[in-house]
């Protein structure tokens, strides 16, 4: 659930402000980029469903989070370019990485509870996995670039992305002993 709403904040918000204010890259051209970046979000999560519906959600739900460890090593170079359509590719694979880790998790979730809590127990997940593994990127990001540049936010990501990984790996596949 991290690694979801991290790549989403990374994105929209650390970029668009690094972008503009860092790179002085117009702010309309920026949230344009964004806007053609969001399709691959659209493209990806009924891609990933349906490979989650096929291979299962907690694959698809891990491919994707190995997918975003390996593009925090992209960052640096693909942003730090100043080069629009380096920049809009790294948009385009940060929102597409969104909704391949975004799709299986509506039933990864609810599978780690018993039928009793089960709903509350994925929803509380969901919404504290987003506040406590994405809220803070932006700002933590920021922090980091200042601190010691692009790889340091691109280091970021990977380790977000390689915790969930590792939290993925360590549940069990369904709360089936609890039912």
Same mark, same amino acid.
């Given at each position: %659930?991290?690694?979801?709403?991290?790549?989403?904040?990374?994105?929209?918000?650390?970029?668009?402000?690094?972008?503009? @204010?860092?790179?002085?890259?117009?702010?309309?051209q920026f949230l344009a980029m964004l806007c053609v970046a969001v399709i691959g979000?659209?493209? !990806?999560?009924?891609?990933?469903?349906?490979?989650?519906?096929?291979?299962?959600?907690? +694959?698809?739900?891990?491919?994707?989070?190995?997918?975003?460890?390996?593009? #925090?090593? %992209?960052?640096?170079?693909? =942003?730090? +370019?100043?080069? $629009?359509?380096?920049?809009?590719?790294?948009?385009? $694979?940060?929102?597409?990485?969104? &909704? =391949?880790?975004?799709?299986?998790?509506?039933?990864?979730?609810?599978? @780690?509870?018993?039928?009793?809590?089960?709903?509350?127990?994925?929803?509380?997940?969901? @919404?504290?996995?987003? =506040?406590? &593994?994405?809220?803070?990127?932006?700002?933590?990001?920021?922090? $980091?670039?200042?601190? #010691?540049? $692009?790889?340091?936010?691109?280091?970021?990501?990977?380790?977000? !992305?390689?915790?969930?990984?590792?939290?993925?790996?360590? %549940?069990? !596949? +369904?709360? !089936? @002993?609890?039912?």
């Amino acid at each position: %659930m991290g690694v979801c709403y991290h790549l989403f904040y990374t994105a929209t918000v650390f970029c668009l402000s690094y972008g503009t @204010q860092t790179l002085h890259i117009a702010r309309p051209q920026f949230l344009a980029m964004l806007c053609v970046a969001v399709i691959g979000m659209a493209l !990806a999560t009924p891609f990933a469903a349906a490979l989650a519906d096929r291979y299962g959600s907690r +694959s698809v739900l891990m491919t994707g989070q190995i997918l975003a460890l390996l593009l #925090g090593f %992209m960052l640096a170079p693909l =942003i730090g +370019s100043g080069q $629009l359509w380096l920049i809009a590719l790294f948009l385009f $694979l940060a929102l597409f990485l969104m &909704g =391949i880790t975004f799709a299986p998790m509506g039933a990864f979730l609810p599978a @780690q509870f018993p039928v009793a809590v089960r709903y509350t127990g994925a929803g509380l997940s969901y @919404q504290f996995g987003g =506040i406590l &593994g994405a809220s803070f990127a932006p700002a933590v990001a920021q922090f $980091l670039v200042q601190q #010691g540049g $692009l790889a340091w936010v691109g280091g970021y990501m990977s380790l977000m !992305a390689l915790v969930s990984v590792l939290a993925v790996w360590k %549940m069990p !596949a +369904s709360a !089936a @002993q609890y039912d």
